[in-house]
């Protein structure tokens, strides 16, 4: 699976973006979809995740109530959407496919990675 990450840009807080990921392989629909983010000297951490199935999502404490994780499995894409947005969401956006599908929030159970998509939110 390659992943390709797009939608990132500047925006002022309180602003919105949407993050889009397109997949390409026949095996999207199955596997478990989630966002990372990382910032200059941190370490990548947990955004959000949605099952295969559309059915679960998880989400970080930090975004929950205005971030909203989505996937359309006939366009092998998955979304970010990004509301009420604050200068501490600044990050480079990385989107992951995890192929076991079931949901985590541990960087190390996703197997593949797309490049990542800068979010910067100036105050």
């Known amino acids: 699976v390659q992943l390709q990450a797009s939608g990132g840009g500047l925006v002022q807080a309180g602003g919105s973006l949407r993050l889009s990921c397109a997949a390409s392989g026949r095996s999207f629909s199955s596997y478990t979809m989630g966002w990372f983010r990382q910032t200059l000297g941190k370490e990548r951490e947990f955004v959000a995740a949605i099952s295969w199935s559309d059915i679960s999502t998880r989400y970080a404490d930090s975004v929950k109530g205005r971030f909203t994780i989505s996937r359309d499995n006939a366009k092998n894409t998955v979304y970010l959407q990004m509301n009420s947005l604050k200068p501490e969401d600044t990050a480079v956006y990385y989107c992951?496919?995890?192929?076991?599908?079931?949901?985590?929030?541990?960087?190390?159970?996703?197997?593949?990675w797309g490049q990542g998509t800068q979010v910067t939110v100036s105050s």
């Open positions: 992951a496919a995890e192929r076991d599908g079931y949901i985590s929030t541990i960087l190390n159970e996703y197997d593949f």
